[in-house]
């Protein structure tokens, strides 16, 4: 077993900004990804960010992703990178077991800083398995990391952002978003994003979802209906849509199981996504020396995630005995900076799900 | 939903046993029956456990017992009239010796569940190899093998006690939990839970783990405490394995669902208490000790590991009795990790000790008070 100081696992936008507070405050780091390029979602974000400009608005995810692991570079000689590594098990003796290309080894944490994010939800209805239907999240990585077009006709399902961004993305590619659907009265992703693909023709349908998909080996024909206002399909308003591509874009829920199997305090905060750790206001969870930051405490978006990131990194490097250069106000700036970010109107929901945690915690 | 205020007999404990307590009351034709389950059914041991059915046992109770609930699950299906399936497969258990006190042992074994008319039958090294042929013969040196051995599927066989003793009109509680036993006068008189109050003459603690703690309540003192046993199930895999396999010298026992995947678990030996938790200890120790028995299954994937209690009892079988002490207590615990399989016959004796029928078996070995003031001579050896 490897004994290691500082454990971060998943090196997206959160993982890494605790990473650089870390290494700043002179710990040892070793960041965990299954993935073989650092940045976590951001390797396939292509569009620009809104936000803080703190938080590198109008700059596109990808270039995001450059500067955040450029920054880590003064420090190589104290981190130490496991890529394409998967944590499969997490210990309360602060065990990390891994597995890379096959091989199972295990890491001994002094602390353990979770910045696993979120994964997409899926939704019941027929034929929900066949090829075709994707994870409008897979569909950008396909399109945006690997090059590859998903397929010519597309049914988007869901208008958060996400759905929204890559429903403009496929029309960038010249692939047919034969229309997106949404079962909410109204649309749940910025106005700007939305308008941008009516004005490309895109037909946006609200109160509407899929009934079924159809087709023998792979998506051939979609069934969408309307939502009465408890969200039940209505009979006699079924349309039948020729696509390929089914998206489904339907949120995100955090990525918990390692912090339950851990055994650390996990609570069901919808407005957050489902299940989320309490955590206190210095990030930890209810094990001490363990963090968590990003989506796995609530989906949020990247900008956040780097706040929450940055601050969780100070703590736990606070933790280690490390001093942090001018530690209160940064932190302090970083709580405004949080704040800001989720000051507007579209994060009314994740202040009611901030509310319920603190009062729950 | 408000609490009924009055029931005829409370069962603590939504598992195997508390349904099958239940269900025997309920078949012999007792009213007003509450079951209480302090989280969902099947969330403490019977969910958590290996779900093996064997009949090779090193005690005369263990085998009667095993032997008599084997012969119930054979018919199971369609006395419970169950519209499941609780996948009950007679597919033998094969325990295999690694040392020369192992196979004197089982000699010893063999004898005694044969006298009782178990079909045990001893192997050599080559017979065992025909069984399951990827065994390592380097370690072993003999097995039995019971052929009427099985396993079942624990989460629908659970359901089918709870569906059969919901129709003969049982009430359930689920997430309830029991915080205090009222006993007045040495006798038994309600049920105390975070949801309300239930009068009872006639208690029962099927609460696996937490049965030393509801005995207390009830003032008894039930010897015996709970220790976290770890299994864990890999990816599936095309079927390749009939039996179960079990080594008690190697700590482990192996078996194949009907989906495929692998169960295995060992039992380290852990302090009393009431964690669950999941171990890498366990992980490396599981993997290095299946590599060795089976090398083929080692090669498979972890899907999940976990941990469960085992109630161990001084003597390692099942305490099935009443309490001197407090009319109206009766329990069944103490199954040191073979309550699921047992359940059948936990159910009927219970059912009959407090209707006051003619018990199906001798029960002075399965009594509370067999433990008084006596040494332990007649110890179950065969537990992993």
């Given at each position: 077993m490897k004994n290691k100081e500082a454990v971060i696992i998943g090196a997206g936008p959160a993982g890494l900004k605790a990473a650089k507070q870390l290494l700043e405050a002179g710990a040892h780091v070793t960041i965990i990804d299954r993935n073989k390029k650092l940045g976590g979602q951001l390797v396939k974000q292509t569009h620009k960010f809104f936000g803080s400009e703190k938080q590198y608005a109008s700059f596109r995810g990808i270039d995001i992703l450059e500067i955040l692991v450029q920054g880590l570079k003064p420090f190589e000689d104290r981190l130490e990178i496991l890529n394409e590594t998967s944590v499969v098990g997490l210990y309360k003796d602060k065990v990390v077991a891994c597995v890379k290309h096959d091989n199972f080894f295990k890491i001994k944490a002094k602390s353990i800083i979770m910045a696993t994010g979120a994964s997409e939800k899926h939704l019941p209805f027929e034929n929900n398995d066949l090829p075709g239907i994707y994870a409008a999240g897979a569909v950008q990585t396909l399109m945006n990391e690997y090059g590859v077009k998903p397929g010519d006709k597309v049914l988007m399902v869901g208008s958060g952002n996400i759905g929204l961004i890559v429903s403009y993305q496929l029309l960038q590619a010249g692939v047919d978003v034969v229309a997106l659907v949404e079962a909410a009265p109204q649309i749940s992703g910025y106005l700007v994003h939305a308008s941008k693909i009516k004005r490309l023709g895109v037909d946006i349908l609200m109160q509407t979802s899929i009934k079924r998909a159809i087709g023998k080996d792979q998506v051939e024909q979609v069934e969408i209906w309307e939502l009465d206002e408890v969200w039940q399909g209505i009979p006699g308003t079924e349309r039948v849509l020729g696509v390929d591509t089914v998206c489904i874009s339907v949120g995100l829920a955090p990525l918990t199981e390692l912090l339950m199997q851990i055994g650390a305090d996990v609570e069901y905060i919808r407005e957050l996504g489902g299940n989320v750790p309490r955590i206190d206001f210095r990030y930890e969870t209810s094990i001490k020396g363990v963090y968590a930051c990003g989506d796995v405490v609530g989906i949020e978006e990247a900008s956040s995630a780097m706040v929450e990131g940055a601050m969780a990194g100070i703590h736990a490097a606070h933790d280690l005995g490390y001093t942090v250069e001018d530690e209160s106000r940064k932190l302090k700036v970083l709580q405004e900076e949080l704040k800001f970010l989720r000051s507007g109107p579209h994060a009314a929901k994740v202040r009611a799900g901030y509310t319920k945690l603190e009062v729950k915690t | 939903m408000t609490m009924r205020n009055k029931a005829n007999v409370v069962i603590i404990g939504g598992g195997i046993s508390g349904m099958a307590i239940a269900y025997n009351l309920a078949k012999k034709g007792m009213k007003d029956i509450v079951v209480v389950e302090k989280e969902y059914y099947t969330a403490g041991a019977t969910g958590r456990c290996g779900a093996g059915i064997r009949q090779q046992w090193a005690t005369k109770m263990n085998c009667l017992l095993a032997k008599k609930s084997v012969a119930f699950f054979e018919k199971a299906q369609e006395e419970l009239a169950y519209d499941g399936d609780i996948e009950f497969k007679q597919e033998g258990y094969l325990i295999v010796a690694t040392t020369k006190e192992e196979d004197e042992q089982f000699d010893k074994n063999v004898k005694l569940q044969n006298e009782l008319g178990i079909p045990t039958q001893k192997l050599d090294k080559e017979a065992a190899r025909k069984i399951v042929p990827y065994l390592n013969m380097d370690i072993v040196t003999s097995a039995t093998f019971c052929p009427t051995d099985g396993h079942l599927n624990p989460f629908t066989t659970t359901d089918a006690f709870y569906k059969a003793a919901e129709k003969l009109g049982v009430t359930f509680y689920k997430f309830?939990?029991?915080?205090?036993?009222?006993?007045?006068?040495?006798?038994?008189?309600?049920?105390?839970?975070?949801?309300?109050?239930?009068?009872?003459?006639?208690?029962?603690?099927?609460?696996?783990?937490?049965?030393?703690?509801?005995?207390?309540?009830?003032?008894?003192?039930?010897?015996?405490?709970?220790?976290?046993?770890?299994?864990?199930?890999?990816?599936?895999?095309?079927?390749?394995?009939?039996?179960?396999?079990?080594?008690?010298?190697?700590?482990?026992?192996?078996?194949?669902?009907?989906?495929?995947?692998?169960?295995?678990?060992?039992?380290?030996?852990?302090?009393?208490?009431?964690?669950?938790?999941?171990?890498?200890?366990?992980?490396?120790?599981?993997?290095?000790?299946?590599?060795?028995?089976?090398?083929?299954?080692?090669?498979?994937?972890?899907?999940?590991?976990?941990?469960?209690?085992?109630?161990?009892?001084?003597?390692?079988?099942?305490?099935?009795?009443?309490?001197?002490?407090?009319?109206?207590?009766?329990?069944?615990?103490?199954?040191?990790?073979?309550?699921?399989?047992?359940?059948?016959?936990?159910?009927?004796?219970?059912?009959?000790?407090?209707?006051?029928?003619?018990?199906?078996?001798?029960?002075?070995?399965?009594?509370?008070?067999?433990?008084?003031?006596?040494?332990?001579?007649?110890?179950?050896?065969?537990?992993?």
């Open positions: - | 309830t939990t029991v915080t205090d036993i009222v006993v007045e006068h040495d006798e038994v008189k309600a049920v105390v839970t975070d949801k309300g109050t239930i009068e009872t003459p006639v208690v029962v603690n099927a609460a696996g783990g937490y049965a030393k703690d509801i005995g207390k309540m009830a003032g008894v003192d039930i010897p015996v405490y709970s220790q976290n046993r770890e299994i864990l199930v890999t990816e599936p895999i095309e079927r390749m394995q009939g039996p179960m396999v079990i080594s008690f010298s190697k700590n482990i026992y192996c078996q194949q669902t009907p989906h495929g995947a692998f169960i295995m678990g060992r039992g380290d030996n852990r302090p009393p208490g009431y964690a669950m938790d999941s171990t890498w200890e366990f992980l490396d120790e599981m993997a290095k000790t299946v590599t060795e028995l089976l090398p083929p299954i080692g090669e498979l994937r972890v899907i999940r590991q976990w941990g469960g209690l085992y109630n161990m009892s001084p003597d390692h079988q099942p305490i099935i009795s009443d309490a001197k002490e407090t009319k109206g207590f009766y329990m069944a615990c103490g199954f040191s990790g073979h309550g699921f399989m047992l359940a059948p016959m936990t159910g009927l004796l219970l059912s009959e000790m407090i209707l006051g029928e003619e018990p199906s078996m001798p029960l002075e070995d399965l009594k509370l008070d067999r433990f008084e003031g006596k040494d332990i001579t007649n110890m179950e050896k065969s537990v992993v």
